[in-house]
C-alpha cells in the first residue's frame, strides 16, 4: 500500500470478489481479491479500518493526481450529502473515504484501491470498497 503524488490516469476498472464488510467481517482486516487486467493474476489486498490508506483529499486537491471530474465520471467517488459535507466534498457512501495505490504480484500494473468506512448508523460499521482501477 503506498499514496499517489504525481498525476495519474485511469486506463480501466477491475472486478472485487468482495466489496463490502460489515461490522465484525471488516475486523481485523477486510480481505479480499481482485484479478490483474493485465495477466488475471490473482491479487490479495486486506484493508485495517483506521491503519489502511490515505484521505481521497489528496488525490483531488489542486487537481494533482486525479480531478474531481475524473472522479466523479468513473464512478469512483459521488459527492457528499450537505449533512456530511464535513467528510469532504467526494465520499463513498457519504462516510470517510480513503484510497491506497498497490501493485499486481506478477506483473506489477498499478491499481487504486478506494474506499470508505465508519458509522452508517449506532451500531452499523460498514467499509465500503468503491473498487480498483488500473492507472498508469
Same mark, same amino acid.
Given at each position: 500500500?503506498?499514496s499517489?503524488?504525481?498525476k495519474?490516469?485511469?486506463?480501466?476498472?477491475?472486478?472485487?470478489?468482495?466489496?463490502?464488510?460489515? @461490522?465484525?467481517?471488516?475486523? +481485523?482486516?477486510?480481505?479480499?481479491?481482485?484479478?490483474?487486467c493485465?495477466?488475471?493474476n490473482? @491479487?490479495?489486498?486486506a484493508?485495517? +479500518?483506521?491503519e489502511s490508506g490515505?484521505?481521497?483529499?489528496?488525490?483531488?486537491?489542486e @487537481?494533482?493526481v486525479?480531478s474531481?471530474?475524473?472522479?466523479?465520471?468513473? *464512478?469512483i467517488? @459521488?459527492?457528499t450529502s450537505?449533512r456530511?459535507?464535513?467528510?469532504g466534498? !467526494?465520499t463513498?457512501n457519504? !462516510?470517510?473515504?480513503l484510497?491506497?495505490?498497490t501493485?499486481?504480484t506478477?506483473?506489477?500494473?498499478?491499481?487504486?484501491?478506494?474506499f470508505?468506512?465508519?458509522?452508517?448508523? +449506532? *451500531?452499523?460499521?460498514?467499509?465500503?470498497?468503491s473498487?480498483?482501477?488500473k492507472y498508469?
Amino acid at each position: 500500500m503506498y499514496s499517489i503524488s504525481e498525476k495519474i490516469s485511469i486506463t480501466g476498472k477491475t472486478s472485487v470478489e468482495k466489496s463490502s464488510f460489515i @461490522n465484525d467481517e471488516a475486523l +481485523p482486516s477486510a480481505i479480499t481479491t481482485f484479478s490483474c487486467c493485465d495477466c488475471g493474476n490473482k @491479487n490479495t489486498i486486506a484493508i485495517a +479500518p483506521y491503519e489502511s490508506g490515505y484521505p481521497i483529499f489528496q488525490l483531488y486537491n489542486e @487537481n494533482k493526481v486525479l480531478s474531481k471530474d475524473e472522479l466523479l465520471k468513473q *464512478g469512483i467517488v @459521488n459527492e457528499t450529502s450537505q449533512r456530511v459535507l464535513h467528510f469532504g466534498e !467526494l465520499t463513498v457512501n457519504d !462516510l470517510p473515504t480513503l484510497y491506497f495505490g498497490t501493485d499486481c504480484t506478477s506483473c506489477h500494473s498499478k491499481y487504486i484501491c478506494v474506499f470508505s468506512y465508519g458509522e452508517k448508523q +449506532p *451500531g452499523l460499521e460498514i467499509l465500503t470498497i468503491s473498487g480498483i482501477w488500473k492507472y498508469e
